[in-house]
């Protein structure tokens, strides 16, 4: 018997006796600073190829500091933190205050209002500086800049407070293979003009190596500096021990602290792939009641189902399981939707899901219509809605359907949510689990693993 979780609780599981129980972590083995101001204060005096704000900053300077939106999954303070010394520092130099901006790089995700993110940043920050707090506006051409092609015809443009600001100082919370790099400014301060060249199902990548996406993000970056010049963005990368602390915090340019991030990474971390020394017949998991697009709102069957079911928790489908294999997935996936934040979500569960589950096929034929839709645009621009091509994009994880036979969902509430992408309902994991072995067989001992 084991527990998985199951939307805000767990439920207990009878697995066979052929289960392979593996426990892999969404941090890496680093012990947590022990002060986290220190951390980052000693990060600002010694940055990685870059001179310290205090030997290039000057007092007449305007300056950004862009930051993460609270869709990132860290709950250390480690933007109050880090802003906090960054404001400290230019105030030292002489760095008029109304002179600097605060940029909240939310890209296609939708804007957050002070309160939500006063949660990240303290009151005493978004007190100081409430009206020179703006979040990032994909679709407001006068606040974007295009800034040229890549060598290989991938259309770059960046937030205009990038481009007439002296200095964009960038507070990353959480390096990953997916996060971090020139990511932070290429999508979080961009448009769909230029993120549509990346975000795709076969570019979007979490890998540590030959990361596809970060690849163009790296040409992207490196037209950046050209149009602007080198040493215009200094970033402050940082590496989790856990959700909760910090445990390294890099300072630097883009390309350095990146670098810092991935070498670390790649020491500490486990492959996926050497996770199992024989690949799994069965993958059954459970879902919290969590996605980071439901931040401040509330989840929908496309982010339960799709986005984290096969997307943030399925990417270990691939690593561990045969191809052809079937996934059992215990959720309750109640049947709601979020009007205000995710207003798309039931046009396409209704009408787009309704012709296709290919995540290509899905792009290609309604990507455009989604990307211009005036009505979806204005409750993105003035409602705190996510932008119209975001839903589409929680599709993407579709792709892990390419190597999976069949898909089991446990105990959900609603059968019908899951037939509507050909899923098979069950009321409890044991009756997925025998629903599983039928297709495979019963012949021989089937490796089960129980992702926990």
Same mark, same amino acid.
């Given at each position: /018997?084991?527990?998985?979780?199951?939307?805000?609780?767990?439920? +207990?599981?009878?697995?066979?006796?052929?289960?392979?129980?593996?426990?892999? =972590?969404?941090?890496?083995?680093?012990?947590?600073?022990?002060?986290?101001?220190?951390?980052?204060?000693?990060?600002?005096?010694?940055?990685?190829?870059?001179?310290?704000?205090?030997?290039?900053?000057?007092?007449?300077?305007?300056?950004?500091?862009?930051?993460?939106?609270?869709? !990132?999954?860290?709950?250390?303070? *480690?933007? %109050?933190?880090?802003?906090?010394?960054?404001?400290? &520092?230019?105030?030292?130099?002489?760095?008029?205050?109304?002179?600097?901006?605060?940029?909240?790089?939310?890209?296609?995700?939708?804007?957050?209002?002070?309160? %939500?993110? %006063?949660?990240?940043?303290? $009151?005493?920050?978004?007190?100081?500086?409430? +009206?020179?707090?703006?979040?990032?506006?994909? &679709?407001?051409?006068?606040?974007?800049?295009?800034?040229?092609?890549?060598?290989?015809?991938?259309?770059? &443009?960046?937030?205009?407070?990038?481009?007439?600001?002296?200095?964009?100082?960038?507070?990353?919370?959480?390096?990953?293979?997916?996060?971090?790099?020139?990511?932070?400014?290429?999508?979080?301060?961009?448009?769909?003009?230029?993120?549509?060249?990346?975000?795709?199902?076969?570019?979007?990548? /979490?890998?540590?190596?030959?990361?596809?996406?970060?690849?163009?993000?790296? %040409?992207?970056?490196?037209?950046? &500096?050209?149009?602007?010049?080198?040493?215009?963005?200094?970033?402050?990368?940082?590496?989790?021990?856990?959700?909760?602390?910090?445990?390294?915090?890099?300072?630097?340019?883009?390309?350095?602290?990146?670098?810092?991030?991935?070498?670390?990474?790649?020491?500490?971390?486990?492959?996926?792939?050497?996770?199992? =020394?024989?690949?799994?017949?069965?993958?059954?998991?459970?879902?919290?009641?969590?996605?980071?697009?439901?931040?401040?709102?509330?989840?929908?069957?496309?982010?339960?189902?799709? $986005?984290?079911?096969?997307?943030?928790?399925?990417?270990? *489908?691939?690593? *561990?399981?045969?191809?052809?294999?079937?996934?059992?997935?215990?959720?309750?996936?109640?049947?709601?939707? +979020?009007? =205000?934040?995710?207003?798309?979500?039931?046009?396409?569960?209704?009408?787009?899901?309704?012709?296709?589950? +290919?995540?290509?096929?899905?792009? =290609?034929?309604?990507?455009?219509?989604?990307?211009?839709?005036?009505?979806?645009?204005?409750?993105?621009?003035?409602?705190?809605?996510?932008?119209?091509?975001?839903?589409?994009?929680?599709?993407?994880?579709?792709?892990?359907?390419?190597? !999976?036979?069949?898909?089991? *969902?446990?105990?959900?509430?609603?059968?019908?949510?899951?037939?509507?992408?050909?899923?098979?309902?069950?009321?409890?994991?044991?009756?997925?689990?025998?629903?599983?072995?039928?297709?495979?067989?019963?012949?021989?001992?089937?490796?089960?693993?129980?992702?926990?």
């Amino acid at each position: /018997m084991v527990q998985l979780v199951f939307g805000d609780s767990y439920i +207990d599981a009878a697995l066979p006796d052929t289960t392979h129980l593996i426990e892999p =972590s969404f941090s890496i083995p680093l012990e947590p600073v022990a002060d986290l101001g220190k951390a980052v204060h000693g990060a600002l005096r010694n940055p990685l190829d870059v001179k310290p704000l205090n030997d290039q900053v000057k007092p007449n300077w305007s300056v950004t500091i862009a930051f993460d939106d609270p869709t !990132v999954p860290c709950y250390a303070p *480690i933007w %109050e933190t880090a802003i906090s010394t960054v404001l400290s &520092e230019l105030k030292k130099i002489g760095v008029d205050k109304n002179r600097i901006t605060l940029l909240c790089a939310n890209a296609l995700h939708r804007k957050f209002r002070l309160s %939500e993110l %006063e949660t990240i940043l303290g $009151s005493a920050i978004v007190q100081a500086f409430r +009206d020179q707090i703006v979040c990032h506006d994909a &679709e407001d051409s006068d606040s974007i800049v295009h800034l040229g092609e890549t060598s290989s015809g991938c259309d770059v &443009e960046v937030n205009r407070k990038v481009v007439e600001s002296n200095l964009t100082v960038y507070v990353n919370t959480v390096s990953t293979g997916f996060n971090g790099g020139w990511k932070s400014i290429c999508v979080g301060l961009s448009s769909w003009r230029s993120i549509h060249w990346h975000h795709t199902p076969d570019i979007m990548s /979490m890998s540590l190596v030959r990361n596809p996406m970060h690849e163009i993000l790296n %040409e992207m970056g490196e037209l950046v &500096e050209s149009k602007l010049g080198r040493g215009r963005i200094f970033k402050i990368e940082t590496l989790l021990a856990n959700p909760f602390q910090a445990a390294c915090v890099w300072a630097g340019s883009v390309n350095a602290t990146r670098q810092a991030s991935l070498d670390l990474l790649k020491a500490r971390s486990v492959p996926r792939r050497q996770l199992l =020394s024989e690949k799994a017949d069965i993958i059954c998991y459970g879902l919290p009641n969590w996605s980071p697009y439901a931040a401040f709102s509330k989840m929908t069957p496309i982010l339960t189902l799709i $986005s984290t079911g096969l997307g943030y928790l399925g990417g270990m *489908i691939q690593a *561990i399981g045969k191809p052809g294999c079937s996934v059992i997935i215990a959720t309750p996936c109640p049947n709601q939707w +979020d009007e =205000s934040h995710h207003p798309t979500h039931r046009e396409i569960w209704d009408r787009v899901l309704a012709k296709t589950k +290919d995540p290509d096929q899905i792009m =290609s034929s309604y990507a455009n219509e989604f990307a211009t839709r005036a009505d979806y645009i204005a409750k993105y621009r003035f409602e705190y809605a996510f932008h119209p091509i975001h839903g589409l994009l929680a599709l993407q994880p579709l792709k892990r359907l390419r190597h !999976v036979s069949h898909v089991f *969902i446990a105990g959900i509430q609603d059968p019908k949510i899951a037939q509507r992408l050909n899923f098979t309902p069950t009321k409890t994991v044991e009756d997925a689990i025998g629903g599983a072995q039928s297709i495979h067989g019963k012949t021989r001992l089937l490796p089960l693993c129980s992702i926990q």
